[in-house]
Structures are given as structure tokens and as C-alpha cells.
DNA sequence: ATCTGCTTTGCACACGTGTGCAAAGCCTGG
DNA sequence: CCAGGCTTTGCACACGTGTGCAAAGCAGAT
């Protein structure tokens, strides 16, 4: 049914050779037989069999990209940046989904092993050890989006968002606010973002020449119910604080609810800010103050990696390091100040860090 | 440095034949070569390579999803339904965003064309007829998702929720509720959804008793921004509505922000039903009644409609029909009835429709 | 006219897998 | 002991594409 190269061959009363060549622009075809052959490709709907192509060339031109669920708005956002951008290099994009239970885990890889892709891009906030020691027995690079894994092998790297920074923009925003009592609510206990972001919380406050007061730690879930049952604790302590960082958004919706149910307004009696700018962050009453997580950068900066991986033939590139990204911290109404939004470090959002040995 | 079928041919003194006809599990084959051949497949760490096979084959096993932007939370449940199905069928799943360029659309078509997908799944909630005349161009099963697209070809059929349905029991919910002056907002104008989901809201009014008044139909824009500036001019019509049925979730939220700030008690002074569900419908304050759309259902129903198709062998099966799916009333807060769920039709949240000619 | 060098084309093989057909091996019945 | 049938294996080709190498065609120089 689908036209071939060896179907131009015969119309054209050439050797399957010269099409082939032709169609590659090959200067061993003389200009009027390639013109001819490319008018008579054209005319009869020629369109190339790229399963046959990537056999003979080693190459699929196909990324698979790992993902837990497509449901997380975060999720979503970066795998549209690695379509596109993938799209734009030539490559294309096959999913694949890394449900809770484990056999679907290994069938996955074993079905990106089969279809051959040329490079796995894991976003994933939480990657098992075993996971991605499954992922790189395929001998492919491998780059992680914001899934902080202790191991990185010879293949393996990263583009992170800096949670610390981020953190330490967010409750900078607030002391400079004037506020002195500044709470934050956690994520989940085993998130090593959450780490990082008390640490950029507390390098705010101490630039700020503020104590740190454990008290003001009040622990969340990372989910919405989380906010919701944090902000009766933030109330009892003494004295009660009049703004807090929250691990992220969902957690300052729950808390920003519970404020409207117990009579708080927010932001005169209670500033709030979170961490991620989903969609939703600039519908809620009143639009939510947040750091961007530049989403767009990171699938792109993903995909370049892994490409550069792959240019460098599967050899290491020496000169490589992870990357991490700058969120930009988006100003609304929850926190009480006029909207704007802070670039990083002027217009660059970008900063190479060496991290590797 | 991938092991192939000839490597464990020449590992186990056989021709790459049997070693075929073994992993194959062919009864051409003795059992115990057959065990030997296999354990030693194991141990190599034999994969399969899909290019290589389905170029034998002529299936790849593949299906193409195209999408417009899987940052829309439906498409992205949809899109999360798809990918489960089909890899639970033994298919995966390679991903085609058509961007608003037309450049891009040709080459997203030219691209699922080269990797020779076996099906297209279209989830696009508007597909102008020239683009799907460019995806039927691959004669390929194509099967459309809650993309109303007036001309279906031999090959194309379609996975719809049952707007004019979903839109009557939602109505009916307020109807029963006592409200006798309900108003509808609508979506944007040219959209096919948008007629159908009216056409129910009639309907409902009819069942009632009720007359149907041209007045409380006010357009919006199907995003939130719409649902806001319709308040207003709801407010002005007399007598004004007690009840408000909208296009879908967005307008719906737009509309009660306005409410807020207006100092309106919903659903006290107005009750408010929105249209598909959108995971922040629960998290809003208060909480939105709305009508679910069964996107797992549909994402599951379109690879089994695509998977029918491609086995009936490229013949357009005849007692084949499109499929419309019921949505599911939710009711929480918004409607100012006591939270439950509304199966359509008791368990069976499916029905088949005679639509072909 | 012959040789040399250049351009253009085709032959043949490769990639990894599946399968029809023939051949070889084995067993059984005569 | 041999024929016939059955089981098991290998040869060869196919899928669609890319490419090294040889060969053919051609022009120019001696």
C-alpha cells in the first residue's frame, strides 16, 4: 500500500540506490535525476519508513520520556516543553507511564529498550534507586527533571530548579515586607526538595537578621489537606506569625481555605506565599503569590542535554554538569504587595553548577 | 553492543531461525533447545528489537496521540487514559502536539506517517476539516475524542461525552432543587459543545414546566474571564436568575470570584453548576457541583475502538458505531444540595449510538 | 587511438527479525 | 532393511533503507 524507495526506483528506471541517494541530496547524483526523482517522490506521496532507517543508521530519533502521572499540572508543563522542543530537533517523543506497581515499571522499560529510543528523560518527583538502575541498564543517557537521586552514573544527569534559592526569594519578598514573624509549612517528611527549601527559608531569615524559631515549622503533606491542618498549629503559637512560606502551592490553597473558614483574611491578617505557579495559583480569591518553576526552560534544557549526550557518542562528555534553573518569583495578592514578578539575577534564568567529581 | 538474535544463535550453535521460532514459542521447535535457547536469551539480556520486527510485521504497535496542549487538565487525563490502555493492549504511545502553526501540523502528520503508527487518536477540542483531512491522508483508523468534526470518513469514528445529556441533568439538578429562573452562560461562540450543552438546558426546562427566557442566556468565553464580566449582566436581568448553569468549570469559577467580590452567597443567593469537572473544582471555595466527563472511559474506549478497527483489517467494520459516553452529576457545595453523585442510568455508564449512515 | 581521471550508476551487503520450503534426522511399521 | 511419515533444523528470502566498492560512461590530455 505505502509507497517505498524501491517503488521510485521502478518508476524512474533508476536503481533503488539512486533513489535513496537522491533523496538524501547526495552529490553523487547528477542535478537533473535527482530533480526528477525528487518531483516523482513528491508526486506519488513518497513518505520514508523511519522503523527501516533507524535500523541501518543506529538511530531512532526517539526520546522516551518517563513520567508518574501527566495528571500533575507541573508534570504536564514540562512534558509539553520536551514535545516541542524534541519536536524541533527532529526527535519524537514516546510516553511512558511509571504507575505504583512494579511490573508495569519494568514492562515500561523493557518497551523502551525494545523500541530502541536513543535517550530516556525521567520527571518523576520521586525516581527509587532500583528505578533508575533499571533505566540505565539500557546504556542510553538519561537526564532527570527535578528527581533528586543520589546516584548519577556515567550517563546520568540533571536539570534541578533551585529550591534553596527559590525559597530564600519567596521569604525574602515577605521580610521585606516587614514581616517578622514568618512560618513555613513543610512537604512531605522524605522530599529532599522540602530539605532544600527550609534551608533557602532560613538563609532568608538570616539575611534578614532574623531569628529562626523551630516553632514556626509546622509540618505539611504536600497536598492540599496538609495547608489545611497546618494552619490551626501556625495559630497557637506565640507569638502567632503574620506571614508564611509554604512548601508549595496546594499546601497554601489548603491553608488559604482554612483561613477563609476560620475568619483569617488573607493577606492584611496573614500573608501567604507557596512554591510551583500552577495554573490554578492566579484563579484563587486572592491570586496566590509564588515562585515559578520555569517549567518551559527545563523540558528544553532536558532535551538539549540529552542530545549533547548523544552527540558526544556515547561517551561521557567531561565538560558536562548538571544544570539547575532559577524559579522567578511571581508577586499576586496573597502576600499583600502590589503584583509583579522578579527575574533571577536580572534577564539570565540560567546558571551552570559543577557538581560532578 | 545490543545483543541480537544472531548473538544468541551463534552462542547456541543454532541458526538464527530457531532461535526465532524459539523466543517465538513455535512448536517447530524441540522443547528442551526451546528451554535452552530461552535461558540463554535471559541471561544475554535479549531485547527484542520493535524496529526490526514490525518492519517484517508491517505493525508497530504504536499509535499516534495528537493533541493540542496537554497542559489542559482534561487532555491530560485523557491523554494519562490512553497511554494505560494501550500499553495494557501491548501498544505504546507517541505523542504529537499540533501547535497552532500549520507548519508544524504537516509536520506532525509527516512524522506519525514515517513512524508508520498504526491508529491516530485525535484528542483536540477543535479540529478544523482540512487537518483531519491530512491525518485521514495516512489511511490509518482514526478515532476523534469529544472533537465534533462534521464529516467523518471511512476509517474515522469518534469518542463523545453526551453533552445535551450531561447538560439536561445538571439543569434538572437545579430544577429540583426549586429554582424557577436558572440562567445559562455559554462558551465560546463557534464551539459545537457549546449548542448541544444549551440544547439540554432546554430540555430540562421543558421536563419542568419551565418557560425557556432568551434573557438568561448570556454569552461568556469558556475561560474564566467570562464567567466574570457575565455576572453583572445577570444580575441585571428581571426578574434575576436564582440558579446559574454554565458552559464549564472556568466560567463557572470566573463567575463565583465575581460573586465574591459582588458580595453574592453562593449558593445562598445564586447556585452555580459547572461542565466537566477539572481537578480544582473541588479545591475551590465553595466547592463546585459540576458534571464529570468519564475522560478515563474515554481515553479507554478510543484504543479499544482504535485496537477493533485494526483488527478488522483495514476493512471499515460495518457495525461499527461511534460511541457517546454519559457524564457523571457530582454535587458538593456550590448547588446548595447535600454533596453526593449521580451515576447516569444506574451502573452502566456507557451507550452506544447508531449514528453512521 | 589510448590512457587517465572524473562523474554517475548499480551491485551487493548490512541492519534485525519472521517464515515458506527443503533437507536432514529419527522413529515406526511393514 | 527400507519406505514413509513425523519432528527438527537450516537455507534463503523478505521487509525498507543506507553505503562501500566496482563498473560503466564520458571528457580531456598525451
Redesign the pocket.
Known sequence: M?V???DIARAA??????V??A??DS?????E?KARIQRLAQEMG????AQ??S???GRTLTIGLVVTTITDPFIAEIVQAVETTAHERGYSVILATFSSRREREIAAVEMLQSKRVDAVIVTSSRVGAHYLAHIERLSVPVVLINSHSAHTGPYTFAVNVDNRHGACVATTHLTDLGHVRIAYVTGAADHSDDQERLAGYRDALQHAGLPFDPALVVAGTGRAGGGERALPRLLAVQPPPTAVFCYNDLTAIGLMRAAQHTGIAVPRELAVVGFDDIPFASYIDPPLTTVAQPTREMGRQAVEMALVLLESGREPASDLSNVVLQGELVVRESSGARPHRVQPDGQSSVSNTQERR
Chains 1, 2 share one sequence.
Do not use: E, N, Q
Not at 13 to 18: P, R
Not at 46 to 49: A, I, K, L, R, T
Open positions: 505505502t517505498s524507495i524501491k528506471a533508476v536503481s533503488h540506490s539512486t535513496s541517494r533523496l538524501g552529490p553523487l547524483v547528477s542535478a535525476t513518497y513518505s520514508p519508513d527501516a532507517r535500523l541501518v543508521m
